[in-house]
């Protein structure tokens, strides 16, 4: 099968993305398109999407760009039996247009799935943050409402008593690894970032044995060993033998989490939709704790997380087989 991958423009496709090639079937013919910021390292990118953005205002897309077109003319020119797509404007517009089987696998699907968002007090505590602009909302609804499949890439579909989702939606697993007690991996606190977040460093080099995963080259902190999010088994392991778990409400850190039993608290980016929902989530349900300060977390009683892996839930690799037969 022909298979064309879009990611979207932020670090979570990148990591999304990542764990996708890893577990994809090396028969199919993956291409993959990506913004620099979604690339991940030493994976060939067939299409940078940057040139198809303003170069003055990134922020406005535009589908009046003569790159898209060269664009669409190699989409065309490859014929992909699907397009895999992380809510990615452009390349969802092309497959709209050429007729092509479009599945939609995001974790930034959770803002228009949940059927009871409101009930989170989203809107009393963040109005300002979820205060999205009408026109990039609309074009969001328009890609769903034509895409053949719309994934939600969450680990809350395998908790004991999953959120409903609106109709037009199905949970789609994350892709994780799990791990066993083991002596050597266990520290007081193990953080997972995308960026150099300052006040979650700077809280928790007052503690002594922590590790912070991240893709970014941080400054030197004391108490604190940087190590990279590539180093794979060392994260898992570390995530389920630490004391304490900390990130910023990103789905794939909640999950790593998740699925290793841990309860995680949770400084929330605040530039991020998905990290908003994602921590009143979890918070809600019992998974986290939203840390909206710098108050001493080791006073924060923590219990064990309970799931259970739903048997109507798969892989992403797994409801492509589907298409196989």
């Not at 968002?117 to 963040?126: C, I, V």
Request: net charge neutral.
């Amino acid at each position: 099968m022909k298979i064309l991958y879009a990611a979207n423009n932020n670090p979570g496709s990148r990591l999304q993305l990542s764990r996708f090639l890893m577990a994809a079937n090396s028969n199919h013919n993956i291409k993959i398109a990506a913004y620099k910021i979604s690339s991940p390292k030493n994976i060939s990118i067939d299409w940078t999407l940057d040139c198809l953005l303003n170069i003055y205002k990134p922020e406005i897309l535009s589908l009046k760009n003569d790159n898209l077109n060269i664009y669409y003319d190699q989409i065309k020119s490859f014929a992909p039996d699907l397009i895999i797509s992380d809510l990615e404007y452009f390349t969802s517009y092309i497959a709209n247009v050429l007729n092509i089987r479009l599945w939609q696998y995001s974790s930034s699907l959770i803002n228009y799935a949940l059927k009871d968002k409101y009930d989170l007090g989203l809107f009393k505590y963040y109005a300002h943050s979820l205060n999205i602009n009408p026109v990039y909302n609309q074009r969001i609804v328009n890609i769903i409402d034509n895409s053949e499949r719309n994934f939600v890439y969450s680990h809350y579909g395998d908790s004991l008593n999953p959120p409903i989702l609106n109709s037009n939606f199905e949970w789609i697993r994350p892709y994780h690894k799990t791990y066993k007690s083991y002596i050597l991996c266990k520290h007081n606190i193990t953080a997972a970032l995308y960026g150099n977040n300052k006040n979650i460093l700077n809280t928790i080099k007052k503690h002594s044995d922590c590790v912070v995963f991240t893709e970014s080259v941080l400054e030197n902190y004391p108490n604190i060993k940087i190590k990279n999010l590539d180093s794979q088994d060392e994260y898992y392991c570390n995530i389920k033998n630490s004391d304490i778990f900390i990130c910023q409400g990103h789905s794939n850190f909640l999950a790593d989490a998740f699925y290793n039993n841990k309860y995680s608290f949770i400084y929330p980016d605040y530039n991020s939709t998905e990290s908003i929902i994602n921590s009143q989530l979890s918070q809600k349900m019992g998974y986290g704790k939203i840390m909206y300060d710098s108050k001493d977390i080791f006073n924060i009683p923590i219990s064990e997380i309970s799931f259970k892996y739903q048997d109507n839930i798969k892989f992403i690799h797994e409801k492509i087989l589907e298409l196989d037969g």
